[in-house]
Nanobody
Framework: EVQLVESGGGLVQPGGSLRLSCAAS????????MSWVRQAPGKGPEWVSA????????YYADSVKGRFTISRDNTKNTLSLQMKSLKPEDTAVYHC?????????????WGQGTQVTVSS
């Protein structure tokens, strides 16, 4: 059974930083592209970033490019998202998900999420 458990969210002031982590189990983590997606109150899910399974190539939504950094450790089955220069519009529940930008909705596996609130 696929399990994805996110952590690291919280309340941060605009301009601040947070690091999110995702612990993965129940599947062969190293063969899957992985993504972070977010859902703000009253809005649909938004893909944020992805990282290739093996070569580690990274991809970002325009809204977070230059501020967020995705990474993975295939030896520890963990996915991370370093967020800096946070803005109020980054407020959302952040989920890690199996798949790339193109496939995460098709694969349909993501965690419960961790709340990120950016507010002064």
């Amino acid at each position: 059974e696929v399990q994805l458990v996110e952590s690291g969210g919280g309340l941060v002031q605009p301009g601040g930083s947070l690091r999110l982590s995702c612990a993965a189990s129940g599947f062969t983590f190293g063969v899957y592209d992985m993504s972070w997606v977010r859902q703000a109150p009253g809005k649909g899910p938004e893909w944020v970033s992805a990282i290739h399974s093996a070569i580690g190539r990274t991809y970002y939504a325009d809204s977070v490019k230059g501020r967020f950094t995705i990474s993975r450790d295939n030896t520890k089955n963990t996915l991370s998202l370093q967020m800096k220069s946070l803005k109020p519009e980054d407020t959302a529940v952040y989920h890690c998900a199996l798949g790339s930008e193109a496939t995460w909705t098709l694969l349909g596996s993501w965690g419960q999420g961790t709340q990120v609130t950016v507010s002064s």
